[in-house]
């Protein structure tokens, strides 16, 4: 999951910046979103030991926070990719620790 993070805000900074094509942008982000979508499930529904739940239910909430942003990415604005890329680098970050 932080690698799909870390990996959306990469595209996210060089499609605000207009590094890569439209359509690029929106065909990668469709993919890492299906991806992160697919792991926050797993999360949602994994179990764990009594000790690490807390940890479990943040990571689990990040995922869904990641694929959600992975989504809009690809229909998104300048603007607003630029806001996903610092959204997502920090969940990258937060999923590091």
Aim: overall charge positive.
């Amino acid at each position: 999951m932080q690698s799909l993070a870390a990996e959306g805000a990469l595209l996210a900074r060089d499609s605000a910046a207009g590094k890569t094509t439209a359509i690029y942008t929106r065909v990668r982000s469709e993919d890492l979103s299906k991806a992160a979508s697919t792991s926050a499930s797993s999360l949602q529904t994994a179990k764990t030991q009594p000790g690490l739940e807390s940890k479990l239910r943040r990571v689990a909430s990040l995922a869904s926070k990641v694929s959600a942003d992975l989504k809009r990415l690809g229909h998104a604005s300048k603007a607003e990719q630029s806001s996903l890329a610092r959204e997502l680098g920090t969940a990258a970050t937060e999923l590091g620790k």
